[in-house]
């Protein structure tokens, strides 16, 4: 009988993959897709087999698998990952891996922090910590909370979280239930240009701006499809809850899969949706899970940041939608409040198409406060308590003060360590300065070292208000007002207020990012979607807020012209291409490093460079697709250095 060849994936860092052989009484149509273990240098692996090779002269002795088990993709799946390697510049064992549930992987020790939530601790000071540690602790200052799911989709792995655990830095709680408060109410409606039965397949940006009525469209979409062949890739955990809640109330098969559930849990949810189709609800790692008949996928919340995946292949949720769209034949809807500039852009183009014809946003009453100083602030914020009754404030940090500084002569408090700014915190009715990265404690100094101008605080914090608000109002008071973060508006939990109260946003132009202003805009907007009467924003950018505001409208579309125009003319994404490479050094000095990665890759613009003692960044510019080349070639001959590691990244979120 003759022999079967299979092309097998191993999870390694390395672009090759690999022939054995299999049992040739196998059926050779349910071959490819399915797991193997295999022998691989003298260890045992898993794979995937990704196609079945002719026979030929091999000019090396093929082995046999140890036992080809579970299917886990089907043959569009291994397709669409071969494109995503190859666009990603990702070795295609990798890649693979990224997408596999737990059950799949060869290691499948009971992970200790599946669904645990992780907090950063307050009042600690961070010492001795490595580069990864210190970019894992400026990801926790962006938000409030973040899930295991989270921290490993931005590519940290479990030895550095457990390290920052074990130095007492975090915090472990259990993670969010399936069920949370929230003010949801199913409306059967359709007010959008596309109806149900008519979606074509293309891909639809959906710019709804009220998260409630996109999940009303959703359900009524899956009404008509009878509750069949739908996926909705969400960007939490805490959503996927309350999502799975929701569409659970109408429909029989409705499937929750991310990476906070167990082992087995996961795998249940796969197989049965891979033989029964129904509604598929998960987060980033459910996208290439094969739900039976699919029909439409949706990316809601598209604009989040969590879609550009840190985890190798470091790949964009968007671009992996587009290749799913082109291979599976199924219409793509991306959505959210405001679209990205990326999805903008597209619009333009005619490459997605608009699902609703115009995205108008209402403001009843606008009250713009120039930000004066704390004291009056806070007492204005107390009257509007007292006033309304009913009042959310938006507070988009937890420290007590964003910044101190001098108005005279401009000096500002920062760290001795590491060069970040300091933020003014308060404990037992002391003040304390505190790095904002390293977490460095200094004494409070009320008068300008430079100077001996008395010094300003700039920059509210949710610490503040609260112990301000609970301080200065009577106890009856506190049930009429809520203190959130801006990141908690996008999780259908916070419910409609009176008046909307938004502190300070203007902390974000603050910081060398070439999104600043994109990023300004959403937190001046959003908060519209949980306001029902009266929206006051302290800031004191009023006219870059009134520029797109008019006769009570926020002018959405004229601002991501705005912005697009600026990007065109600085020649910035998403009008160039961009690839970032890190190489982190033992032994070898970075400034040999330079010349050698200038010498090999002379034939691109080099937009930005970066050396350190250990450790060299650059990212490049480049044009064609067959540049990639030069990148791969690269990382083929730096891996064998054991003294090197090399990190690709595509299209990077930031540089």
Same mark, same amino acid.
């Given at each position: 009988m003759e022999e079967l060849f299979v092309e097998v994936a191993v999870p390694v860092a390395l672009y090759d993959t690999f022939i054995y052989k299999i049992p040739s009484n196998l059926n050779q149509n349910d071959v490819v897709g399915r797991k193997v273990k295999v022998p691989f240098k003298s260890t045992k692996h898993y794979g995937i087999i990704l196609d079945i090779k002719p026979p030929e002269n091999f000019k090396y002795q093929i082995k046999n698998v140890f036992s080809v088990e579970e299917k886990v993709f089907t043959e569009k799946e291994i397709k669409i990952l071969k494109k995503l390697s190859e666009f990603y510049i990702s070795p295609i064992g990798l890649t693979v891996d990224y997408f596999v549930p737990d059950k799949i992987r060869e290691k499948n020790i009971k992970d200790p922090f599946l669904g645990k939530v992780f907090y950063l601790k307050k009042d600690v000071e961070l010492k001795n910590l490595t580069d990864k540690q210190l970019k894992l602790i400026d990801l926790f200052l962006e938000s409030d909370y973040l899930s295991y799911e989270e921290i490993k989709e931005q590519g940290f792995d479990k030895k550095t979280l457990n390290s920052l655990i074990k130095k007492g830095y975090l915090e472990v709680k259990d993670g969010f239930p399936v069920l949370k408060d929230y003010?949801?109410?199913?409306?059967?409606?359709?007010?959008?240009?596309?109806?149900?039965?008519?979606? +074509?397949?293309?891909?639809?940006?959906?710019?709804?701006?009220?998260?409630?009525?996109?999940?009303? #469209?959703?359900?009524?979409?899956?009404?008509?499809?009878?509750?069949?062949?739908?996926?909705?890739?969400?960007?939490?955990?805490?959503?996927?809850?309350? #999502?799975?809640?929701?569409?659970?109330?109408?429909?029989?098969?409705?499937?929750?899969?991310?990476?906070?559930?167990?082992?087995?849990?996961?795998?249940?949810?796969?197989?049965?949706?891979?033989?029964?189709?129904?509604?598929?609800?998960?987060?980033?790692?459910?996208?290439?899970?094969?739900?039976?008949?699919?029909?439409?996928?949706?990316?809601?919340?598209?604009?989040?940041?969590? #879609?550009?995946?840190?985890?190798?292949?470091?790949?964009?949720?968007?671009?992996?939608? *587009?290749?799913?769209?082109?291979? %599976?034949?199924?219409?793509?809807?991306?959505?959210?409040?405001?679209?990205?500039?990326?999805?903008?852009?597209?619009?333009?183009?005619?490459?997605?198409?608009?699902?609703?014809?115009?995205?108008?946003?209402?403001?009843?009453?606008?009250?713009?406060?120039?930000?004066?100083?704390?004291?009056?602030?806070?007492?204005?914020?107390?009257?509007? @308590?007292?006033?309304?009754?009913?009042?959310?404030?938006?507070?988009?940090?937890?420290?007590?003060?964003?910044?101190?500084? $001098?108005?005279?002569?401009?000096?500002?408090?920062?760290?001795?360590?590491?060069?970040?700014?300091?933020?003014?915190?308060?404990?037992?009715? %002391?003040?304390?300065?505190?790095?904002?990265?390293?977490?460095?404690?200094?004494?409070?100094?009320?008068?300008?070292?430079? $100077?001996?101008?008395?010094?300003?605080?700039?920059?509210?914090?949710? +610490?503040?208000?609260?112990?301000?608000?609970?301080?200065?109002?009577?106890?009856?008071?506190?049930?009429?007002?809520?203190?959130?973060?801006?990141?908690?508006?996008?999780?259908?939990?916070?419910?409609? *207020?009176?008046?909307?109260?938004?502190?300070?946003?203007?902390?974000?132009?603050?910081?060398?990012?070439?999104?600043?202003?994109?990023?300004?805009?959403?937190?001046?907007?959003?908060?519209?979607?949980?306001?029902? +009467?009266?929206?006051?924003?302290?800031?004191?950018?009023?006219?870059?807020?009134?520029?797109?505001?008019?006769?009570?409208? @926020?002018?959405?579309?004229?601002?991501?012209?705005?912005?697009?125009?600026?990007?065109?003319k600085m020649r910035l994404p998403p009008f160039i291409k961009t690839i970032k490479l890190e190489i982190l050094t033992k032994k070898i000095k970075t400034n040999l490093i330079d010349e050698y990665v200038l010498s090999h890759f002379k034939s691109l613009k080099v937009i930005k460079k970066q050396l350190s003692e250990n450790k060299v960044v650059y990212v490049f510019e480049y044009e064609k697709e067959e540049e990639k080349n030069l990148f791969k070639e690269f990382y083929i001959k730096i891996s064998k250095n054991k003294n090197l590691k090399v990190s690709i990244e595509v299209n990077p979120a930031n540089f």
């Open positions: 003010s949801y109410v199913y409306q059967e409606i359709q007010t959008y240009d596309k109806p149900y039965n008519s979606l +074509e397949n293309k891909i639809y940006l959906f710019d709804e701006f009220y998260p409630e009525k996109r999940l009303n #469209y959703y359900i009524n979409l899956a009404k008509r499809l009878k509750g069949k062949g739908i996926h909705i890739i969400l960007p939490s955990v805490e959503l996927c809850n309350i #999502y799975y809640t929701e569409f659970s109330k109408f429909f029989k098969d409705v499937y929750l899969y991310n990476d906070q559930l167990n082992v087995k849990e996961q795998w249940n949810v796969w197989k049965n949706a891979m033989e029964e189709s129904g509604i598929l609800i998960g987060t980033v790692s459910s996208i290439l899970l094969p739900l039976k008949d699919l029909k439409i996928l949706i990316v809601e919340e598209e604009d989040s940041k969590v #879609y550009k995946v840190k985890r190798t292949p470091k790949f964009d949720v968007k671009r992996l939608a *587009y290749f799913i769209h082109k291979e %599976k034949k199924i219409p793509v809807i991306l959505s959210s409040s405001i679209p990205s500039v990326e999805a903008f852009l597209s619009l333009k183009k005619k490459q997605v198409l608009p699902l609703t014809k115009e995205n108008i946003v209402n403001i009843k009453n606008l009250k713009i406060m120039p930000h004066k100083n704390l004291n009056e602030d806070l007492h204005i914020l107390k009257q509007i @308590v007292l006033r309304d009754r009913e009042v959310l404030i938006v507070s988009n940090k937890g420290y007590y003060s964003g910044m101190l500084f $001098c108005e005279r002569c401009g000096w500002q408090a920062n760290c001795l360590k590491c060069g970040f700014h300091l933020r003014v915190h308060l404990e037992n009715g %002391k003040k304390y300065l505190q790095c904002g990265r390293c977490k460095a404690k200094y004494e409070y100094v009320s008068d300008c070292p430079d $100077c001996g101008f008395k010094l300003s605080e700039e920059g509210f914090g949710k +610490e503040k208000i609260e112990k301000f608000l609970k301080k200065s109002l009577p106890e009856s008071y506190w049930n009429n007002f809520k203190v959130v973060s801006s990141l908690e508006l996008k999780t259908l939990t916070v419910g409609k *207020y009176q008046t909307v109260v938004n502190v300070y946003p203007d902390f974000l132009l603050e910081f060398p990012d070439f999104r600043s202003w994109e990023f300004f805009f959403r937190k001046i907007t959003l908060p519209l979607t949980v306001c029902k +009467e009266n929206y006051i924003i302290f800031t004191n950018q009023e006219k870059e807020v009134m520029k797109f505001i008019e006769n009570g409208k @926020v002018k959405i579309k004229e601002f991501l012209e705005e912005e697009l125009k600026r990007r065109k």
